[in-house]
């Protein structure tokens, strides 16, 4: 599995199929038949990767957007993205 960084690219998978709610996104993982549901934040950075980005963009764009700081964004998107990427939801392409 490639190393995820701050400059990789990277974008949703495209088998995982999204709802949008009210209260926030569902993830449906067709193959595996999972669920997910994704809170505020969470729906914003998936939202963020319906084009290629690099994780230093969503961080960018996550911190504007809800007013935090710059690295505590990074240390929880990271964490997000890495689970996500374990799981298989998402794909990455480093530069």
């Known amino acids: 599995m490639k190393k995820l960084t701050l400059v990789s690219q990277i974008r949703k998978n495209p088998r995982i199929i999204t709802k949008r709610t009210n209260e926030g996104v569902i993830l449906l993982d067709p193959i595996l038949g999972e669920i997910r549901t994704l809170n505020k934040t969470a729906s914003f950075t998936w939202q963020a990767l319906d084009k290629k ?11 504007k957007n809800f007013e935090a700081p710059g690295e505590k964004i990074k240390r929880e998107t990271m964490v997000f993205l890495e689970k996500y990427l374990k799981l298989g939801l998402i794909e990455i392409k480093n530069k």
């Open 53 to 63: 980005i690099t994780v230093e963009e969503i961080t960018q764009k996550i911190a």
